[in-house]
């Protein structure tokens, strides 16, 4: 698929805790702005539509993938493509922390559920969300695409996954906490951009990260998202702390420039990996 002319946009904001229809009308004025500037695909962060430290109000704000709930941003994407967060509930009421993704034409969104669950200190995912099961691949505007929700992008494994089936683009939508201040940054962030740079270099990834900022119970969010070109080349970065929208527009020739000056890529054995695997490295 061609990427040039093709625009993504970024938008790091502040949900409201647990106000899902306050949330929608932040989410449609964010599409119009991103529309004013161009964008073809909008990428909210993880849990958009309710705040992240929901606990027992989960339940609450969840939404089926079928709801007409979701009436609003499928008009919205009748121009952009849109990838939201939000806790899903299947028809037997388990709960998922998942993302749904809008394309212009279809009827029904594209459903990932997050892979990798953290339930340690300030994260308490795994008492009330149920980890998905299958990799978010798609095709969209900007090619083949690998959805990564927060934690997830921190296993190598699972981007290998993504490399491993073609996918060139990786979004990760985040709710990121801030830890430590490193002169005008924090110093949490810097784990994310090592993460984006590895991947862009030894898979060749357009990276998009999204994250949050605002405040939770007592919790802070860092923000600080950014777009990453193939080779660890960092192409737009938002401000920490900041409501904002980047859009960045991409050329495909950015994969083949970095491609032709990277032959390891071309010398990968999936196939190889699939057999260490299945003998468990005997």
């Known amino acids: 698929m061609d990427l040039r002319n093709q625009r993504v946009g970024v938008c790091q904001f502040r949900p409201l805790l647990g106000d899902i229809e306050k949330n929608l009308s932040k989410h449609l004025e964010w599409v119009e702005r991103g529309r004013e500037g161009g964008a073809d695909f909008l990428v909210f962060p993880e849990l958009s539509l309710t705040g992240y430290r929901l606990r027992d109000l989960a339940g609450e704000v969840a939404v089926e993938a079928d709801s007409p709930f979701w009436k609003p941003l499928q008009e919205a994407s009748r121009e952009m493509t849109l990838l939201v967060g939000f806790v899903e509930k299947d028809r037997d009421g388990v709960l998922y922390n998942s993302m749904a993704l809008f394309k212009p034409g279809c009827t029904s969104p594209f459903i990932y559920r997050k892979l990798r669950l953290p339930n340690f200190g300030m994260f308490e995912e795994k008492r009330f969300f149920k980890a998905g099961e299958k990799l978010g691949i798609c095709e969209t505007v900007l090619g083949r695409t690998g959805l990564l929700v927060c934690r997830d992008f921190l296993f190598p494994s ?10 060139k683009v ?26 984006a740079a590895a991947y862009s270099r030894f898979f060749s990834a357009l990276v998009v990260y999204v994250n949050r900022t605002g405040f939770e119970d007592g919790y802070g969010f860092a923000g600080g998202s950014f777009v990453m070109e193939p080779g660890a080349k960092m192409v737009w970065k938002a401000p920490p702390l900041e409501e904002t929208l980047g859009i960045v527009e991409f050329d495909k020739r950015c994969f083949a420039r970095y491609e032709a000056l990277s032959g390891y890529l071309k010398e990968e054995d999936h196939g190889q990996i699939r057999r260490f695997l299945l003998s468990e490295g005997r």
């Open 158 to 167: 699972l981007a290998y996954c993504h490399f491993s089936q073609g996918v």
């Open 170 to 195: 990786i979004v990760c939508p985040s709710n990121a906490p801030l830890r430590g201040v490193e002169g005008a940054e924090f110093d949490s962030q810097r784990l994310w951009e090592d993460a």
